[in-house]
Structure formats: C-alpha cells, structure tokens
Nanobody, 128 residues
Framework: QVQVVESGGGSVEAGGSLVLSCVGS????????MAWWRQAPAKSREGVAA????????YYADSVKGRFIISQGDAKNTVTLQMNSLKPEDTGMYYC?????????????????????WGQGTQVTVSS
C-alpha cells in the first residue's frame, strides 16, 4: 500500500523561506518520480514541481520557477521542496505525490491522475 507523509510547512511573512519534506513507500509503479502539488482555498489543486532522480529531470510550474527548488532527499523515495521568496499567493495546502504512472521521465507530471499516492497535506501560509 502506497504511503506518503509530508512534513514542514508553517507560517511566514512574504519574502521568507520554508522547506517541505516528503517520504514515500509501498509504491506500485516503478517510477522514482515524486512531486509537490498545492491547493489554495476555493481553487483546484495544481502541480508545483516534480523530480525524477533516475532520469535527472526536474519540472516547475511557471509561477514558482526561480523561487522553489525540488531535490531528492538523502534517503530513497524522499524529496524536499525549498521555497524561497514566498508570496501571499503561495498560500495553500501542499501535497506530496508519489507512485507516478504517467509518461516517461515525468513528462505528464502535471496531470493529477498520473499519481497513485498522495499525502495528507501540510499547510503553508504566507502573510503580506
């Protein structure tokens, strides 16, 4: 059974930084891709960033390019998201996604249904 657990998050003022961490286990599919998604109140869940360590691929939403960095953790199936220069519009529940079943090298990472495992989410609040 796929299990995904996030940690980190919290509240910060605009311009500040936060780090999110995630660990996954029990994957059904062979891909090592993992990703972060977020959902703001009254909005749809959107992909933030993804990493496929075996393929050396990283992907970012345009809204976070140059500010967020996704990287593989020290242990297998772990991922961190370094969030810098945070803005109030970054506020939302952040979810880690794992057990990717989509196109090769994470090419369809931005499609929610391509992920088989989801964490419970961790709240990020950025005040102006």
């Amino acid at each position: 059974q796929v299990q995904v657990v996030e940690s980190g998050g919290g509240s910060v003022e605009a311009g500040g930084s936060l780090v999110l961490s995630c660990v996954g286990s029990g994957f059904t599919y062979k891909s090592d891709c993992m990703a972060w998604w977020r959902q703001a109140p009254a909005k749809s869940r959107e992909g933030v960033a993804a990493i496929c360590p075996g393929d050396g691929k990283t992907y970012y939403a345009d809204s976070v390019k140059g500010r967020f960095i996704i990287s593989q953790g020290d242990a297998k199936n772990t991922v961190t998201l370094q969030m810098n220069s945070l803005k109030p519009e970054d506020t939302g529940m952040y979810y880690c996604a794992a057990d990717y079943l989509g196109a090769a090298r994470g090419a369809s990472w931005f499609k929610r249904y391509e992920w088989n495992g989801w964490g419970q989410g961790t709240q990020v609040t950025v005040s102006s």
